[in-house]
């Protein structure tokens, strides 16, 4: 599978021009969290571990966890270490997905099997599962996940697009061997920037990726902004409230579209079209960029408009 991400904004201008683009294409929160004042140290000091101490306390109570954390630089920096905790083998991953979860697996040297379902995920050394999956927002029990720990050598949950969705994750089972549990705190928090996300495994997987992570795998204003905003709730429910809502009123602009949906997440949504890359042509003439994927001539995916104004571009566009 081709290697290719949404948030390639400088090709999009290279071909359409423009420069007032608003970028559809990540699944990020486009009102994002509040940037609070940063202390001095964040800039001038090396991360203090008590800063990262509050941080992991504070993830643990947003995630509803006990569990041991590691804090990385984003999500895609855990995806990079998870294939180093043991030799390769054979990894099974639910697909289709995220592709880095299959190209940093296949780079250090496993095995890739992509499997259309959680069942056939027993006997690897290895299983990833993203949850609620990207792109298509799939999502499985609790009790069906841990129904494969001990069934894998090590059961990966990719939990990057689950913040408004708790009753699925897999957070306060998190700590047991055998189960990895991946977020990112870009997405939701509207601060992708910021490569901010966490590990939540088992004592001697977190003290592994750790060692494997170095000392300092996280910047002094991601500590800072992160501790802020994790133990915001009130934002964090509002935003949830928010974002539910308004995936209804997406749908409806893209069923004007011609497009049917196909479900996703408060986050992003898919669609099936005619043509994707038309579809996606259509919306890059008024410099909205979408996403759509090497293996579908058919799907487009959409994040979520921010300020009123994005709306009612985007709007213009629907006949």
Same mark, same amino acid.
């Given at each position: 599978?081709?290697?290719?991400?949404?948030?390639?904004?400088?090709?999009?201008?290279?071909?359409?021009?423009?420069?007032?683009?608003?970028?559809?294409?990540?699944?990020?929160?486009?009102?994002?969290?509040?940037?609070? %004042?940063?202390?001095?140290?964040?800039?001038?000091?090396? #991360?203090?571990?008590?800063?990262?101490?509050?941080?992991?306390?504070?993830?643990?109570?947003?995630?509803?966890?006990?569990? #041991?954390?590691?804090?990385?630089?984003?999500? $895609?920096?855990?995806?990079?270490?998870?294939?180093?905790?043991?030799? #390769?083998?054979?990894?099974?991953?639910?697909?289709?997905?995220?592709?880095?979860?299959?190209?940093?697996?296949?780079?250090?040297?496993?095995?890739?099997?992509?499997?259309?379902?959680?069942?056939?995920?027993?006997?690897?050394?290895?299983?990833?599962?993203?949850?609620?999956?990207?792109?298509?927002?799939?999502?499985?029990?609790?009790?069906?996940?841990?129904?494969?720990?001990? $069934?894998?050598?090590?059961?990966?949950?990719?939990?990057?697009?689950?913040?408004?969705?708790?009753?699925?994750?897999?957070?306060?089972?998190?700590?047991?061997?055998?189960?990895?549990?991946?977020?990112?705190?870009?997405?939701?928090? +509207?601060? %992708? +920037?910021?490569?901010? +996300?966490?590990?939540?495994?088992?004592?001697?997987?977190?003290?592994?990726? %750790?060692?494997?992570?170095?000392?300092?795998?996280?910047? +002094?204003?991601?500590?800072?902004?992160?501790?802020?905003?994790?133990?915001?709730?009130?934002?964090?429910?509002?935003?949830?409230?928010?974002?539910?809502?308004?995936?209804?009123?997406?749908?409806?602009?893209?069923?004007?579209?011609?497009?049917?949906?196909?479900?996703?997440?408060?986050?992003?949504?898919?669609?099936?079209?005619?043509?994707?890359?038309? %579809?996606?042509?259509?919306?890059?003439?008024?410099?909205?960029?979408?996403?759509?994927?090497?293996?579908?001539?058919?799907?487009?995916?959409?994040?979520?408009?921010?300020?009123?104004?994005?709306?009612?571009?985007?709007?213009?566009?629907?006949?």
């Amino acid at each position: 599978m081709q290697r290719d991400h949404g948030g390639n904004l400088d090709w999009a201008r290279a071909r359409w021009g423009g420069d007032d683009w608003i970028d559809l294409s990540t699944g990020i929160n486009r009102v994002p969290y509040p940037v609070p %004042a940063l202390p001095d140290w964040a800039f001038t000091a090396l #991360p203090p571990a008590t800063a990262r101490t509050a941080l992991l306390r504070a993830a643990g109570a947003a995630y509803g966890t006990t569990a #041991p954390i590691l804090a990385v630089a984003g999500a $895609q920096a855990a995806i990079q270490l998870v294939p180093l905790l043991r030799p #390769p083998g054979l990894a099974r991953i639910v697909s289709p997905t995220y592709n880095e979860h299959a190209a940093c697996l296949r780079a250090c040297g496993w095995q890739i099997e992509e499997v259309a379902d959680i069942a056939a995920l027993s006997g690897a050394d290895l299983a990833v599962v993203v949850n609620p999956n990207n792109p298509d927002g799939r999502r499985w029990r609790r009790a069906d996940l841990m129904a494969l720990v001990g $069934q894998t050598g090590r059961l990966v949950v990719d939990e990057s697009f689950a913040d408004p969705d708790p009753q699925h994750s897999l957070a306060p089972q998190a700590g047991i061997s055998g189960l990895v549990v991946l977020r990112s705190f870009g997405k939701f928090y +509207g601060l %992708a +920037g910021l490569r901010l +996300g966490f590990v939540l495994a088992a004592q001697s997987d977190i003290d592994r990726l %750790a060692a494997l992570a170095g000392p300092w795998p996280v910047s +002094g204003p991601a500590l800072a902004i992160g501790t802020v905003a994790l133990q915001d709730q009130a934002w964090s429910r509002a935003t949830t409230q928010r974002l539910t809502q308004e995936v209804q009123r997406l749908d409806r602009i893209a069923t004007g579209l011609g497009w049917k949906p196909l479900g996703g997440t408060a986050l992003f949504r898919l669609y099936h079209t005619p043509d994707a890359a038309q %579809a996606q042509d259509r919306l890059a003439r008024a410099r909205i960029w979408s996403r759509i994927f090497p293996w579908s001539p058919n799907l487009i995916r959409l994040g979520l408009p921010g300020a009123g104004d994005e709306w009612q571009r985007l709007m213009a566009v629907a006949p």
